[in-house]
């Protein structure tokens, strides 16, 4: 029981200083309060406060540099509240850092080994994303369709083993960004089916250096466009 309390509270402070961040009470570039005086107005250790600062500096969220004291580095989307918890966004993240490290290398094997129907597959996903952005659906079951027959198309089991074992994770942060694509400018929706042409023009044209940077872009993208203000 006391030690679930203990844990609970780094996620609590953490939880309470990106709300703060997201509603723009601690603005970009701005500095945090001391780790004193987060301890005293969360009533615990200034170790327990680190363990949330971290967190939030892991996540990108927060800086620190000598003498400078913790500023705020970026601001995530406000709208992301109206979609996910925002405790859910270390998670998020790392889920995007992983999948553009795996998801690259499946494009990159994708436009070296890719046969006819491989290409096919791909397009077929891409018209079908296509269809559901001119009706304004979100459409993540079919984005993940597009990235799993990328991922088919590398012919090596293991990249789609991966993206099967992680799809409840994708799906939930596809969700996320596609209902953030549709809250915004039509631009964004039809930026990100751009990104999509990218990695399949790239695999078309058979070069692996340019599918893998696509790939990479998109979802780094997608992660800049999630995370940033």
Known sequence: MNERKTTALPDKIYGDILNRIVEGEYKEGERL???????????????TV???????RADGVIMTRHGSGTTVARRPDPD?????????LSDIRRCYEFRMVTEAGAAEHAALKADADDIAAIQHAWDQLERIGETQEIGANDDFLFHLAVARASRNPFFITVMSFIEEQILFSMNLSRNLSLVKAVERQRLVQDEHLAVLDAIRRRNPTQAGAAMRAHLGNALERMFGS
């Open 33 to 47: 309060p001391t780790e004193h005086a987060l301890a005293e107005r969360f009533a615990t250790s200034r170790p």
């Open 50 to 56: 680190r363990e949330a600062l971290a967190r939030l």
């Open 80 to 88: 992301v509240r109206r979609f996910a918890p925002l405790e859910t």
